[in-house]
Structure formats: structure tokens, C-alpha cells
């Protein structure tokens, strides 16, 4: 059997409640890294926070929009790292995604989550798969034999795509879904430009991500889009906030569920420790 126990800490390391958090800590998925980008770490020091398990899972809480229940959460890794501080969820992306870590990274992930997922009732878990990420086989075995030695319902585990999907990862894809995994699809809306075109069949829920247009700038393009995703399966608006002006919008519109922008880590229970917004 899988042991869920706390994961022992590394000596000497700090603590992310204690530690600086840079802006954009709490950034939604974004629509591409570009690698061009220089980021001050190294491979070693990338390296290092996986084998040190310098890797936290922060979580965003997906609320009910009709009761405000919170029903579940997105997992959202960061690195409490020494030299540069809390490293938020896209950044981080980017520099895996840079030295070809991505696999790992997901892996780490996906071990916390299950930790988490033990703890949490009956809520469910997102985890976002940039392409960098994406599983490979030992991966995905990994995954498999997670779910059969845990004895956790496989419904409760949602991984969520984004961008174009080759053949490969759409045969990933209805693996999981065999697998009684619910896969899921995030769309971006941002600026009225969406992703390419998808076959809604390929997925059993679907996430909008529209931080600046919950107002006058949604426009009948994002109406059209939002009724085929209404169509296939529930619907979740990723919002800059889910306050009450976010969640009267995602009423207006139909959505199923919001998530906002505040992140955390959460307790043993399944409650967030700390909001960090």
C-alpha cells in the first residue's frame, strides 16, 4: 500500500509562510512560456528542489456557484526556495519546462496530491497539465498503480489539458478517462482570442479562464463558446477573484463553479492554512 504520511521536511529548509513572496504568486495558468526568457536558476539548483522535495502543492479553491460550497481544489506547485524566495506556480512551470524537468515535476505533484486527496473527503482534485508536463509512460504507470494501491475513487482525481493535443496525448487522455480519471479542458478567453478548435467529447468538464471579462468586455463570441462547453459537461470560470461580483456574473452566465486567484496550502483536514492573494 501507498503510505500518505507527511513527508518528512529537509533539514534547513524555510518554511513558505515565512518566506518573501514575489508578485504573481497566485497566477493562473498562463497561455505559453516562453523559453526565451532568461530566469535566474540554475539546473542544479532546479535539481536540487526536487530532490530536496523543496516542492509545495498550493491549492485554489473551486466553489459551487449556486451555494458557495467549496467542492474541491486546483493544485498549484511553488518553490520555497532560500535563494530566491516563494517562486510562484508559472515561473516555476517555465524553468522545469526549461531543463526538460516537466516529468518530474509532475510526479512530485501528483504524490502530493494523493497525500492530499486522502484527507479531503469527498472533494475533488485539479491538477492543470501544461505540455511540459505532460506524462510520459512510467508516468502514467505510476499514476495507474497511485489509484489502484490508495483506494481513492479515480473520479475524485480530474487532470485538466490546455493547448494543441497531439495524437499521443489524446490516446493519454481516453487512458485516463478508462480509468475512471475525469478528464478535463481549460480554455482561455483572455482578450476574446481562444485556443484552437477541440473535439468536446474528449472531455468531461471544462474550465473558462476569463480574469477580465467578467463585465462589459464578454462579448456573443464568448457566449457561443460557453453553451457548446454548457452542452458537454459542467463549466468552471477561472476569475481574477470569486468574490461577489464574480460570482453574481457566473450565475448570470450559467457556470457550473469559479475559482479565484487566492492560493494556499491546505491542513490535513482539506482546509486552507493560509490565503495568499
Known amino acids: 500500500m501507498v503510505a500518505f504520511e507527511n513527508t518528512p521536511r529537509v533539514p534547513g529548509r524555510i518554511p513558505a509562510s515565512q518566506m518573501k513572496s514575489p508578485s504573481g504568486v497566485n497566477s493562473p495558468p498562463t497561455k505559453s512560456f516562453a523559453l526565451s526568457i532568461s530566469l535566474p536558476y540554475s539546473r542544479a539548483q532546479l535539481a536540487c528542489a526536487l530532490l530536496e522535495e523543496q516542492i509545495d502543492v498550493f491549492y485554489s479553491p473551486t466553489r459551487q456557484v449556486d451555494t458557495g460550497i467549496v467542492c474541491g481544489f486546483r493544485a498549484m506547485p511553488h518553490w520555497a526556495s532560500a535563494d530566491h524566495g516563494l517562486v510562484p506556480y508559472t515561473e516555476l512551470i517555465r524553468a522545469m519546462a526549461g531543463e526538460a524537468f516537466g516529468p518530474s515535476l509532475f510526479c512530485t505533484v501528483l504524490l502530493q496530491v494523493f497525500r492530499q486527496l486522502a484527507h479531503s473527503g469527498d472533494k475533488v482534485i485539479r491538477v ?9 509512460a512510467p508516468v502514467f504507470r505510476l499514476l495507474s498503480a497511485l489509484l489502484l494501491e490508495s483506494w481513492i475513487a479515480p473520479e475524485r482525481l480530474e487532470m485538466e489539458f490546455r493547448g494543441p493535443m497531439a495524437v499521443e496525448t489524446r490516446a493519454m487522455s481516453e487512458e485516463m478517462r478508462r480509468a475512471g480519471i475525469r478528464v478535463g479542458r481549460l ?8 485556443e484552437g478548435d477541440f473535439e468536446m467529447s474528449d472531455f468531461d468538464s471544462f474550465t473558462f479562464w476569463a480574469p477580465e471579462l467578467t463585465g462589459s468586455r464578454w462579448t456573443i463570441e464568448h457566449d457561443r463558446w460557453l453553451g457548446r462547453m454548457q452542452d458537454h459537461g459542467k463549466v468552471t470560470l ?8 464574480q460570482i453574481e456574473f457566473a450565475r448570470l452566465k450559467g457556470f457550473d463553479l469559479i475559482e479565484g486567484a487566492a492560493t494556499g496550502p491546505l491542513s490535513p483536514e482539506g482546509e486552507l492554512r493560509e490565503i495568499m492573494s
Open 187 to 194: 480554455v482561455s478567453a483572455s482578450g476574446g482570442n481562444f
Open 128 to 136: 492543470s497539465l501544461e505540455e511540459s508536463m505532460l506524462p510520459v
Open 238 to 245: 477561472l476569475a481574477d477573484a470569486d468574490g461577489p461580483r
